[in-house]
T-cell receptor
Framework: ETGVTQTPRHLVMGMTNKKSLKCEQH?????MYWYKQSAKKPLELMFVYNFKEQTENNSVPSRFSPECPNSSHLFLHLHTLQPEDSALYLC?????????????FGPGTRLTVT | GENVEQHPSTLSVQEGDSAVIKCTYS??????FPWYKQELGKGPQLIID?????GEKKDQRIAVTLNKTAKHFSLHITETQPEDSAVYFC??????????FGKGTTLSVSS
């Protein structure tokens, strides 16, 4: 266990659905991240939050909407997704963004868009 | 920006052999180089990291070496075991910037 939990672990959704992914870290960290992992591609950083403030948005389509209500919780709200959005979505946390510090990953949510 | 290349993409070894995975990076300002292991159905797990003020770091059967001049770093696993089979990722960054990952190496250890 890395101290980072993600729910749900698996999600199947249609293109017109709205769903949310949840991430929680129990490490006392102040920075949280969303990554997308697709087959045969490097991990793609999507969003970064540092002390609850969004500090990076790597040109992610607006159908992905992050939310960070506090330093321990991170959400990714999904709506009108496309089949190419099917991937493993990973959450990670680190001490903060001033590091570099070790990043700890959750187990991921396997998303399938039908 | 930073770019990280990782080789090989797949590596098959016999149990007990050594395995070496190599990465090169492009940004000379990068000073932090972690290695992650990802098993099936799990997220990446940090197994070892090195910072640019040292050239080598060891932790039991795994070691990482860094050549700042050539801008490459390597993961060495000795006495491989079947449970070492996984996908390994290298990454690089500097303070306040995103971790840039390599594409991964699938290591298979056969007994």
């Amino acid at each position: 266990e890395t101290g980072v939990t993600q729910t749900p672990r698996h999600l199947v959704m249609g293109m017109t659905n709205k769903k949310s992914l949840k991430c929680e870290q129990h490490l006392g960290h102040n920075a949280m991240y969303w990554y997308k992992q697709s087959a045969k591609k490097p991990l793609e950083l999507m969003f970064v939050y540092n002390f609850k403030e969004q500090t990076e948005n790597n040109s992610v389509p607006s159908r992905f909407s992050p939310e960070c209500p506090n330093s321990s919780h991170l959400f990714l709200h999904l709506h009108t997704l496309q089949p190419e959005d099917s991937a493993l979505y990973l959450c990670a946390s680190s001490q903060d963004r001033t590091g570099p510090y070790e990043q700890y990953f959750g187990p991921g949510t396997r998303l399938t868009v039908t | 920006g930073e770019n990280v290349e990782q080789h090989p993409s797949t590596l098959s070894v016999q149990e007990g052999d050594s395995a070496v995975i190599k990465c090169t990076y492009s940004d000379s300002a990068s000073n932090y180089f972690p290695w992650y292991k990802q098993e099936l159905g799990k997220g990446p797990q940090l197994i070892i990291d090195i910072r640019s003020n040292v050239g080598e770091k060891k932790d039991q059967r795994i070691a990482v070496t860094l050549n700042k001049t050539a801008k490459h770093f390597s993961l060495h696993i000795t006495e491989t075991q079947p449970e070492d089979s996984a996908v390994y990722f290298c990454a690089a960054n500097q303070a306040g910037t995103a971790l840039i990952f390599g594409k991964g190496t699938t290591l298979s250890v056969s007994s």
